[in-house]
C-alpha cells in the first residue's frame, strides 16, 4: 500500500495555512489605501461643519516642506482662475500646514467651492480668547483686483512667519480667514482689461451679491443665492471681530451705514433715480462712526495713494482723506458690510482698491506694492478696545449674552465659551450685559493705545423674574428684522425721504 502523501493534498494544507498571512497582509494594503485617500481629501480641502473648534489636525505638526514652494514656483502676479487658484490654496494648505487650513463654506450656483483658507498659527483648532477676522474679494466677479490681492497676501504672510516680528505677532494672536473670491462663477465670464461695465458683476443667475443680504432700513424682498446664504452661514458659525469686503471701480475706503432711510426703494435699477440719490444723499452714520472712520482711515493711509483722496477721471468724486461714509456716496440696500455690523456685531468695511474693475495684469504687482502694508496693518486693529469673557458665578461660560457699549445701540454676543470682544478708540466707556436668567449688569472700564482692555464679568443668577424694561435697549443680533430702522420724523432728511417716495413711481415710469 502506497502510503506516501498526495502532492495535492500537501498543496492545500500550505495554502490554508498561508490564508491568514494573505489575509492580514491584504488588510494593511486596504488600510494604508484608506489612510493614503483620506490624506488626499484633506488636501484639497474639508467642509466647514459647525465652529473652528470642531477641526482636526490634517497633517503631522513637524511636517514643513519649504521646498514646495520655493522661489521659482511663487505665486505669479497674473490673474488665477478657479482650477489655477484652486490648486494654489491647496498647494499653500500643503505646504504649510502648521500655519494654513483650508476649507469651503459652499457652492456657487454653478457648484464652484468658495473656498476660505485660515493663515493662523492655530490654523485648525479655535484658541480660546483669539479673536477672527475675515477678508472677502471678488463679490462682484469682474472686480478681479481683490481676488489676486488677497492670494498674494496669504502667501506673504506664511512665507513671512518666520522672518518678520509683526507678522509671527499677528499670526500667533489672530486667526484670519480669507475668502478670496465670493463669486467665482462672474469671475469666469468677466474680461480682463474691462475697466466698466456689468459683465460677470453679477452671480450666474443675474444677481447682485452685494444686494442680496437683509437690510436695517428698508426691506429686501431679492430672491436668497447661494453665494450670500453661505457667507450668512459662515459668520454666524465664526464670531467675526474686524471684516474688509474688497471690490474695484473707485479708490476709497468706504465704512457703514452703506443705506439710510431716505433711500429709494430699488433705485439702484432705475438710472434716473440713481441720478437723482447720488446728488441727495446724505451719510448715515452708525454709532460706531469714530470706530469705522478711524478703521478707514488706517487703511488709505498705509496704502500708497487712497489717502490723497483723488478722483479716478474728471467728474469723479473725490473723497478727504480716501475715506467716505457709504450712504453719502450712494445709497444700497442688502449690502454685506451692514449686514455683519448689525446682525453680527462685526466692524467692516468696504475697501474699493482699483480704478479699473478689472485691470491688466501687467498692472497686478504695482497694486500689490500699493496695498501690502495696507491689508496686514488693518488686520492687527482687530487687537483694539475691550475684550473679555462672561462667565456665571461658578466659572462657566455664559452662550449668547446679550452686550452693547453703553451709548452705541448696536450690539454683540458672547461665543459659546463666554468670549467677547469691541473695538473701541482710547477713552472711558460702560457696557451693558443681560442673559436670560441673570441680572444684567453694567461697568465702567477704561480704553488706552498700546493694548486691548482685559475685562471679564460675572453674571449672577436672577432671584426674581426679570423685567424686559430692564433688558439693555439695542438694535442687532441674529434675530435682528429686516427695515426695523426708525424712520426720520421731519428736517431735512425726512424731507428727501418723502421727496423721494413721491418720485419713486415717476422714475419707475423712465427708468
Known sequence: MDTSEDPDDEKKRCWCRMKPAVWYMTMIIVGFFYVYLTAIQYIRGSELDGSPSSYLPQYDPQYFDESLFSPTTSLDFEYHDYSSMTSFLRAMSATYPNLTALYSIGKSVQGRDLWVLVVSASPYEHIVGQPNVKYVANMHGNEAVGREMLLHLVEYLAKSYQTDDYVRWLLDNTRIHILPSMNPDGFEVAREGTCQGGQGRYNSRGFDLNRNFPDYFKQNNKR??????????????????????????????????????????????????????????????????????????LYAFNHATMHLGLPCKPGAPTFTNGTTNGAAWYPLTGGMQDYNYVWH????????????????????????????????????????????????????????????????????????????????????????????????????????????????????????????????VYVGGPSQSQGAAPQPQGGIGGFLSSIGDSLSNVFSMFG
Open 224 to 297: 436668497a443665492q447661494p453665494e450670500a446664504e453661505a457667507v450668512k452661514q459662515w459668520v454666524s458659525k465664526i464670531q467675526f471681530v474686524l471684516s474688509a469686503n474688497l471690490h474695484g471701480g473707485a479708490l476709497v475706503a468706504s465704512y457703514p451705514f452703506d443705506n439710510s432711510p431716505n433711500t429709494i426703494k430699488n433705485c439702484d435699477l432705475k438710472p434716473l433715480c440713481a441720478v437723482f440719490q447720488q446728488f441727495t444723499s446724505t451719510p448715515s452714520l452708525t454709532p460706531d462712526d469714530d470706530v469705522f472712520k478711524h478703521i478707514a482711515s
Open 345 to 472: 456685531g462685526c466692524m467692516d468695511i468696504t475697501i474699493e482698491m482699483s480704478c479699473c474693475k478689472y485691470p491688466p495684469a501687467d498692472d497686478l504687482p504695482k497694486f500689490w506694492d500699493d496695498n501690502k502694508k495696507a491689508l496686514v496693518r488693518y488686520l492687527g486693529e482687530v487687537h483694539r478696545g475691550v475684550r473679555g469673557f462672561v462667565k456665571d458665578e461658578r466659572n462657566a461660560p455664559v452662550e449668547g449674552a446679550s452686550l452693547k457699549i453703553k451709548g452705541r445701540d448696536v450690539g454683540f454676543q458672547t461665543t459659546k465659551y463666554g468670549e467677547y470682544w469691541r473695538v473701541l478708540l482710547p477713552g472711558r466707556y460702560a457696557i451693558e450685559v443681560y442673559a436670560e436668567g441673570f441680572e444684567p449688569r453694567e461697568e465702567e472700564f477704561d480704553v488706552v493705545e498700546t493694548n486691548p482692555t482685559l475685562l471679564n464679568l460675572t453674571l449672577y443668577k436672577a432671584v426674581h423674574r426679570i423685567d424686559q424694561q430692564r433688558r439693555p
